[in-house]
């Protein structure tokens, strides 16, 4: 009895590592994601702002929050759109 119960400790103990190490992403992973986040996007000929927003996961507010758009704003090809705040 006390080796059935001593076997399932030790399967909660692994089954609680694992969960840690499924619920947090690795160091490195963080790193790269920010790291390759671009600022900026050139507006290629075509190109809406809504499909630009959607590229990046952005709304349509955002990004023309982030660039002092308005409704009425018009796309010109080569023109750089920011895709931040700041």
Do not use: C
């Not at 103990?13 to 790291?35: F, G, M, N, Y």
Request: charged share 20%.
């Amino acid at each position: 009895n006390s080796t059935v119960t001593s076997q399932i400790d030790q399967i909660i103990k692994e089954l609680s590592v694992l969960h840690q190490k499924s619920t947090e992403p690795p160091p490195a992973a963080k790193k790269v994601q920010k790291d390759t986040t671009p600022k900026f996007h050139q507006v290629r000929p075509k190109e809406t702002l809504w499909g630009i927003s959607r590229q990046y996961g952005l709304t349509l507010d955002q990004l023309r929050s982030y660039n002092n758009m308005g409704s009425k704003a018009i796309l010109q090809p080569g023109q750089k759109l920011k895709l931040t705040p700041n």
